[in-house]
């Protein structure tokens, strides 16, 4: 198993820049494709982005790419988003997520993955 545990969320103005952290612990951190997940109020959880065991490989939704770079360091079991550009649109909880790896296939709905983080709120002002 593995828990996680997200920082880095905070209100900020249009335009500005957040780094979201994913602090894992637990064993065997690097056997886990990571991702990170927001939610609206009155909307569904949906995915942002993930990147697999294989840090080459990542995937975005469309609203953010170009805006937002996903990343992982195994040797601080941690994962991170970094945020640029952010538009009210981008204000959610954000969620990282946690699956055992199983191959090169993203995956992009959260009943894939197992294992949530708690949230951290980020509020993006006009």
């Known amino acids: 198993q593995v828990q996680l545990v997200e920082s880095g969320g905070t209100l900020v103005q249009a335009g500005g820049s957040l780094r979201l952290s994913c602090a894992a612990s637990g064993r065997a951190f690097n056997m886990y494709d990571m991702a990170w997940f927001r939610q609206a109020p009155g909307k569904e959880r949906e995915f942002v982005a993930d990147?697999?065991?294989?840090?080459?490989?990542?995937h975005y939704t469309d609203s953010v790419k170009g805006r937002f770079t996903i990343s992982r360091d195994n040797a601080k079991s941690t994962v991170y988003l970094q945020m640029n550009s952010l538009q009210p649109a981008d204000t959610a909880v954000y969620y990282c997520?946690?699956?055992?790896?199983?191959?090169?296939?993203?995956?992009?709905?959260?009943?894939?993955?197992?294992?949530w983080g708690q949230g951290t709120q980020v509020t993006v002002s006009s």
């Open positions: 990147i697999l065991r294989s840090i080459s490989s990542t």
């Open positions: 997520a946690a699956a055992w790896s199983a191959g090169f296939a993203p995956r992009r709905l959260p009943s894939q993955y197992p294992y």
